[in-house]
């Protein structure tokens, strides 16, 4: 019911064929008959992370995330119902992290940035697809509020969320621009509030 990482380094690496790093149990041709369920009933009441790096790597989606967490929490019940096709889990959360980067293709994000989250994902693991409502989002001091979702497509990840803020600098948000698109953005100045 419980995890504690502390002081450590988790490396999750996915190569160009999508085969992971972390699956490490071996696949069988044939299924022997049993009266045993496969199903899985696991709730997590305590997972914390302290001063752990976190590195993720996945060469088929062009990914590359390398992040400080100061501290982490997690906590959900997992249970998988094979007979009825069911890997649905609700995963609640919060953590203060510093990104070191988040690569996604060739454009660096959040290179040195202050980020923390706090709030609760529902998981569709059989059909990739995760639900966020209310979920808090902070960067560099700036609060956000995510609304949306986030599924696998033929084509790829689609992205449907909504960020709304009544507390975000603008001025500060633009200094987060990826280098690539400064240009677009131009001069910046602002006063007040």
Same mark, same amino acid.
């Given at each position: 019911?419980?995890?504690?990482?502390?002081?450590?380094?988790?490396?999750?690496?996915?190569?160009?064929? #999508?085969?992971?790093?972390?699956?490490? =149990?071996?696949?069988?041709?044939?299924?022997?008959?049993?009266?045993?369920?496969?199903?899985?009933?696991?709730?997590?009441?305590? %997972?914390?992370?302290?001063?752990?790096?976190?590195?993720?790597?996945?060469?088929?989606?062009?990914?590359?995330?390398?992040?400080?967490?100061?501290?982490?929490?997690?906590? @959900?019940?997992?249970?998988?119902?094979?007979? /009825?096709?069911?890997?649905?889990?609700?995963?609640?959360?919060?953590?203060?992290? +510093?990104?070191?980067?988040?690569?996604? #293709?060739?454009?660096?994000?959040?290179? @040195?940035? *202050?980020?923390?989250?706090? &709030?609760?994902?529902?998981? *569709? /693991?059989?059909?990739?697809?995760? %639900?966020?409502?209310? =979920?808090?989002?902070? +960067?560099?001091?700036?609060?956000?509020?995510? *609304? @949306?979702?986030?599924?696998?497509?033929?084509? &790829?990840? /689609?992205?449907?969320?909504?960020?709304?803020?009544?507390?975000?600098?603008?001025?500060?948000? /633009?200094?987060?621009?990826? %280098?690539?698109?400064?240009?677009?953005? #131009?001069?910046?100045?602002?006063? #007040?509030?």
């Amino acid at each position: 019911t419980s995890i504690a990482i502390s002081d450590g380094t988790l490396y999750v690496h996915i190569d160009e064929k #999508g085969n992971a790093n972390y699956d490490v =149990f071996n696949s069988t041709e044939t299924v022997e008959p049993t009266d045993e369920t496969s199903d899985l009933q696991l709730s997590i009441s305590d %997972a914390t992370l302290d001063n752990v790096v976190l590195q993720y790597v996945d060469l088929s989606s062009a990914y590359d995330i390398r992040l400080q967490v100061a501290s982490a929490y997690f906590e @959900g019940d997992f249970i998988i119902d094979n007979e /009825l096709n069911l890997n649905q889990h609700t995963l609640t959360s919060y953590a203060e992290v +510093v990104s070191d980067h988040v690569t996604i #293709g060739d454009t660096r994000y959040f290179v @040195g940035s *202050d980020l923390a989250y706090d &709030g609760a994902i529902n998981l *569709d /693991l059989t059909n990739e697809a995760y %639900a966020i409502n209310k =979920f808090k989002f902070f +960067v560099q001091g700036n609060r956000f509020e995510i *609304d @949306g979702s986030i599924k696998k497509t033929d084509e &790829g990840q /689609l992205y449907d969320l909504t960020f709304n803020s009544s507390e975000a600098m603008l001025s500060s948000l /633009l200094q987060l621009v990826p %280098a690539p698109y400064n240009e677009t953005v #131009g001069q910046f100045e602002s006063t #007040g509030q």
